[in-house]
């Protein structure tokens, strides 16, 4: 029972921080601001897309990269090609 309650304190914990970066992403206009500092798609997800996930990762304190490979629940792969 304990764990459970642990995981939903850490789920919630996730979402006042995904709160946070959005609402950070809409008041510094983070999609210009990757657009001028030479952040551009050239194919799959766009980085506007990509940068919560990047910024929840580096907050919580996990590797980005294991993340976007084991985590079944992401709209998104990364391409190993």
Same mark, same amino acid.
């Given at each position: 029972? %304990? #764990? #459970?309650?642990? =995981?939903? &304190?850490? &789920? =919630?914990?996730? +979402?006042?921080? =995904? $709160?946070?970066? !959005?609402?950070?992403? $809409? *008041? /510094? &206009?983070?999609? #210009? @601001?990757? %657009?001028? !500092?030479?952040?551009? +798609?050239?194919? $799959?997800? !766009?980085?506007?897309? @990509? /940068? ?6 580096? @907050? =919580?304190? %996990? *590797? /980005?990269?294991? $993340?976007?490979? #084991? *985590? ?5 792969? +990364? *391409?190993?090609?």
């Amino acid at each position: 029972m %304990n #764990t #459970t309650i642990q =995981q939903h &304190q850490e &789920q =919630q914990e996730v +979402k006042r921080q =995904q $709160g946070k970066i !959005s609402s950070f992403i $809409g *008041n /510094f &206009q983070a999609g #210009t @601001l990757l %657009n001028k !500092s030479g952040v551009v +798609k050239l194919r $799959g997800v !766009s980085p506007l897309a @990509l /940068f919560p996930l990047f910024s929840c990762y580096l @907050l =919580q304190g %996990n *590797n /980005f990269y294991s $993340g976007i490979i #084991t *985590n079944a629940a992401l709209p998104f792969k +990364k *391409n190993r090609a």
